[in-house]
């Protein structure tokens, strides 16, 4: 088995789906411009897929107020103060300062709809 994609129930998936796509490297897979308004994105590996949706009987769940130790998704970064202050920049909000536990060097982030992001510089890489 492998996993296809990850869902996120989200206030504007058009909008958010657009941010992701010109300021982390996604593209658009697949998307529904009626309700429940999806949206498939594929990461720049082209292996990893968000879905992102809308359904008006459903309450959107706070991610603002979701502590990013509960829920963060993470990218690989090559450059963090680079990719950060970018990131910054295009309406995402910092969560503290990077850190580095072990030698990776670690940003904790929030995209504009508060789903909370961190770039991650492993020393050495994961995936």
Known sequence: MR????????????????????HLGFTIKRKIDESPFMHFIADG??????????QP?????????TDPSQL???FVSDDIEGD???????GATAEGDPITPGGDVLAMMRDPWGLAIQLAQRAEPMV
């Open 3 to 22: 996993i296809e994609h990850v869902a996120f129930h989200v206030a504007d998936p058009a909008a958010m789906a657009d941010w992701y796509v010109e």
């Open 45 to 54: 590996s082209g292996t990893v897929m968000f879905e992102l949706y809308r």
């Open 57 to 65: 009987h459903l309450r959107v769940p706070d991610y603002r107020e």
């Open 72 to 74: 963060h998704v993470a």
């Open 84 to 90: 950060r202050q970018r990131l910054l920049a295009a």
